[in-house]
């Protein structure tokens, strides 16, 4: 093993297997889960916000569209109707089709359940002749003035400012066409008032869309002219509603106070100001508008026919809800997977543990008989150490005292020779003293052997000791064959556990 | 050991598994895709243009859509362009049908389409979607309501409407019913002509209010009829239009026009066959047929035969070969890339918002029991076996 892989084995091994395993089916498990929920906020989420921008882009085309459809619809009514011949006449001066003229009119508010009349002016702006009812007066005209200035060309068709019945809580506009006679000479004026009820309902009917959404419509001139109404019942309206979104010039507030417009008699135009629906510098954006406390999704579209804009607005939290019920039910399923998975994991653990426990403990075991044999062994290898080392000085002392009994024995021999080829020469002193040199070395002879015998007795002892060990040897290595026999049978237990 | 050795082999399977899982679960939340497909295609403005779209509006308002203009379009179409690939659409008086159906044609790759609107304002957005391939539309019979439209070819349909008064004002008298000749049970007539005669009741019923031609129709009307009315020659007792040009809602108009009238009308305004076939009902039920003056327009089958079976008086015959024809004519031009000025003759008929479309207005004829052979059955627009069922023979010289 390198020595670098050492720290992480060390640390490896302080963390049970069970743990890794418990550990790793965690992270099986909880992984794509947390890897789905930062797929949810990088994926998910703008997705979300995508799909329910292209589908409030869909709503508010569609109403858009609804409300272009609708005016030209009424624009055409208004056409057609007058170029009828007794409308022509009856502008013409000639009372006799003022009934017929009268008939066509109610013609045309059958045209469409929101007109709400039809009229006839002169090119002065007079009222001429009208159904159901005569109008009231725009402000202080029955006709604008600037309405009027257009109207002066034939073929001109001019839609109006919203105006506004507190009495019966309805908006509406007045649809303008100039009546020309056959030479092409303007003899009136056509004019269609139009209720807005379809747009409002639609406006209203936004909240179905989704949870908080709503919408709105606002005119050329930057004035909330439909707004979702949250009172079922209708009779008040919302605080949002004939309110400009900026400041409006000064020049179209007297206007405004002129022609009555918004129903401003009643509850004067103020300002709500929501400055990022001034220009917003994309069909779809988000921001936080007036009165309220949350960011929306809004989306705008123009409409063609009328310098309107419908917005659709939907919170970010309600189009994200989703991501967010995910979020919640991804942690919970990761809560209690990880709990399976733990439990799991330790079943699994503590199964494929067991076994290698029991090897270990097998292992433990004969490690331990290996210590003691081999602190046995060592013993006895001291032991024998020593007895040879005393065999070796036995040895040393018998050939030293065999040596010293042939040194004596020599001497014997020379001394006994030397006696007998000197024996007439030797004086008596001399024969004692030879005789006193021959004792002596028998003396030492005897010294020396009974010391060689005493060394013998000490090797024999040598031996017999050293074939006690060598007994004990024996023994010992009986002992370690019958551990390396267990450590066989741990190794073979072992690859139960890991296999071959 | 197996449990072991499993173990081992996850430890190979598992960050595969975790990514692939991840991979899996990332895909089940994007939520969307995008789904591969051709984006518009830009045409020519139909020069040499071999896909060519027909879109047509129901089945109910009229039996000539499917009867007339659809063979004889495709006829008119295959003989302009050689070897041209036809789509044929009927949007079954539904104006988003018919949408999804022109969005179908143009996305396989139709370059010039031909348009007869469910509703002319709702058809703008054909005219939108296929203005952004440079796609001509021609708007067949019925006026689409945009500046863009690139042709209109129909019959002149005020012109229509004043056929219809036209005879309504020349026949009417002849269906005034005096006290001695009123043979219903019903006693005095309501009002007084000039003479002393009563005045004759008209009831108006109208096609529907989203189809421009029907305004056209009643202003056509009006302009021949309002003089009339204005005169008290003729009493204008009820007037309405007609949604969808129902057969059955033209029928339910009629009866309450003659509850309210109590069966005092003398003479029926029309507008089509179709809707003429339901008044037609209501006045039988009153014991009125054949005694009420009834106009109708498209010289259906079963308008002719309620001529020829007199209930009926006059149709109005816009010979829808002329009208494909001059489909026919323009189309050629334009897939050949010449100018249109020839067949428009600088005619324009003009949208809501001032839009100028170069028209072709054929001429419609006025149809009654004299002139049935020499127009309908002599152009094989119908044949006798169509009209003749149930009818004695050498009715009007037509069976």
């Known amino acids: 093993m390198s020595s670098a892989l050492e720290p992480f084995m060390r640390s490896r091994r302080k963390t049970s297997l069970t743990v890794r395993i418990s550990a790793l089916l965690i992270a099986a498990v909880v992984l794509p889960l947390l890897i789905t929920i930062i797929g949810s906020e990088l994926i998910l989420r703008p997705t979300l916000t995508s799909q329910a921008t292209a589908e409030m882009q869909d709503d508010a085309r569609t109403h858009a569209g609804d409300i272009d459809s609708l005016l030209i619809a009424r624009l055409q009514d208004l056409s057609a109707l007058s170029q009828f011949y007794a409308i022509q006449q009856f502008l013409g001066g000639n009372s006799l089709y003022e009934q017929q003229a009268k008939a066509e009119l109610a013609l045309g508010y059958h045209l469409d359940p929101n007109y709400s009349a039809w009229t006839l002016f002169d090119p002065k702006g007079t009222l001429l002749l009208s159904y159901l009812t005569n109008p009231s007066a725009r402000g202080k005209y029955q006709v604008a003035p600037e309405i009027l200035a257009q109207l002066q060309n034939s073929n001109k068709t001019v839609i109006s400012d919203v ?3 507190g009495n019966t809580h309805m908006a509406f506009i007045d649809i303008y066409t100039s009546i020309a006679s056959s030479k092409g000479t303007v003899v009136g004026i056509g004019r269609s008032t139009l209720l807005l009820n379809s747009i409002w309902t639609a406006v209203n009917n936004e909240t179905n869309a989704a949870t908080g959404s709503y919408a709105m419509v606002i005119d050329g001139h930057g004035v909330r002219i439909a707004y979702t109404n949250t009172d079922t019942t209708l009779t008040t309206e919302p605080a949002a ?8 010039a000064p020049e179209f507030r007297q206007q405004i106070t002129d022609e009555n417009l918004y129903g401003n008699s009643q509850v004067p135009v103020t300002t709500m100001a929501d400055p990022a629906l001034v220009h917003p510098q994309q069909a779809a954006f988000q921001f936080t508008p007036a009165q309220e406390g949350q960011t929306f999704q809004a989306v705008e579209i123009h409409c063609n026919v009328v310098p309107w ?21 991804l942690l919970v399923i990761a809560a209690i997977v990880t709990a399976l998975a733990a439990a799991v994991g330790l079943t699994i653990g503590r199964r494929t543990t067991r076994p290698i426990l029991r090897s270990v403990a097998l292992l433990t075991a004969s490690s331990e008989s290996l210590k003691k044999l081999s602190a046995r062994e060592q013993a006895r ?49 001399t024969r004692r003293q030879r005789l006193h040199e021959i004792t002596t070395a028998a003396r030492y002879i005897e010294k020396a052997s009974s ?23 024996v023994a010992g290595a009986i002992s370690a064959s019958d551990a390396a026999t267990q450590l066989e049978e741990v190794i073979a237990q072992l690859r139960q556990v890991v296999g071959e | 050991m197996r449990l072991f050795h499993q173990w081992r082999a996850m430890r190979f399977i598992l960050p595969c598994v975790f990514v692939l899982s991840a991979l899996f679960l990332a895909s089940c939340d994007s939520g969307s895709s995008t789904t591969g497909g051709t984006g518009p295609t830009a045409t020519n403005g139909g020069k040499g243009c ?68 469910t509703d002319s304002v709702a058809a703008s957005a054909i005219v939108a979607k296929a203005r952004l391939q440079n796609v001509p539309v021609i708007a067949y019979d019925r006026l689409i309501q945009s500046k863009d439209l690139s042709y209109y070819v129909s019959f002149d349909n005020v012109k229509v409407g004043q056929l219809q008064a036209q005879y309504i004002a020349s026949h009417y008298l002849a269906y005034q019913r005096t006290p001695a000749s009123d043979n219903t049970g019903i006693g005095t007539l309501k009002g007084s002509g000039a003479n002393g005669t009563p005045t004759p009741n008209i009831m108006m019923i109208s096609g529907s209010q989203t189809d421009n031609n029907a305004l056209l129709f009643s ?26 040009w129902d057969i059955n809602t033209a029928q339910a108009e009629a009866e309450a026009a003659l509850a309210d009238q109590q069966n005092n009308i003398q003479v029926a305004y029309v507008a089509n066959d179709g809707m003429a076939g339901g008044v037609i009902a209501a006045l039988k039920a009153a014991g009125l047929d054949g005694k009420v003056l009834v106009t109708g327009q498209d010289a259906t089958a079963a308008g002719i035969h309620a001529i020829l079976m007199g209930e009926q008086n006059m149709t109005v015959y816009k010979p829808s070969a002329q009208e494909a024809q001059s489909t026919g004519a323009l189309i050629k031009n334009i897939y050949l890339g010449l100018s249109t000025i020839s067949l428009t003759n600088g005619e324009t008929v003009t949208t809501y918002n001032g839009g100028s479309i170069p ?14 052979q020499t127009t309908v059955i002599a152009d094989k627009y119908l044949t006798k076996t169509d009209v003749c069922q149930g009818i004695a023979a050498g009715t009007d010289g037509v069976c």
């Open chain 1, 381 to 429: 290898a001291k032991e024998q150490k020593w007895i040879v080392e005393s065999a070796q000085t036995g040895l040393h002392s018998v050939q030293y005292y065999a040596k010293a009994g042939g040194i004596a024995a020599r001497k014997l021999e020379e001394i006994g020779q030397d006696i007998a080829r000197n024996w007439e020469r030797f004086d008596d002193n």
């Open chain 1, 241 to 248: 509603l004939f309110k400009a979104i900026a400041p409006l």
């Open chain 2, 359 to 372: 028209s072709i207005l054929d001429t419609p004829i006025a149809v009654d029991s004299g002139n049935i």
């Open chain 1, 451 to 473: 010391h060689e015998e005493h060394s013998s007795k000490g090797l024999s002892t040598a031996i017999q000791v050293t074939n006690q060990v060598a007994e004990q040897l």
């Open chain 2, 50 to 117: 071999a896909k060519v779209g027909i879109l047509l509006p129901d089945t109910t308002s009229s039996p000539r859509w499917e009867t007339k203009d659809h063979p004889l379009l495709v006829q008119v179409i295959k003989a302009a362009i050689p070897n041209v690939h036809i789509d044929y659409d009927n949007a079954q008086n539904n104006s988003a049908t018919q949408l999804t159906q022109a969005e179908t044609d143009l996305a396989n790759g139709d370059c010039i389409l031909v348009v007869a609107a």
């Open chain 2, 219 to 244: 202003l056509g009307a009006h302009n021949v009829l309002d003089p009339l009315f204005a005169a008290s020659k003729l009493k204008n007792a009820y007037e309405t239009f007609t949604p969808s």
């Open chain 1, 163 to 165: 105006y506004f019945d």
């Open chain 1, 309 to 329: 804009t419908y917005i659709v607005l939907r919170p970010v939290s309600t189009i994200t809800g989703a991501a967010n019920q995910q979020d919640i039910y």
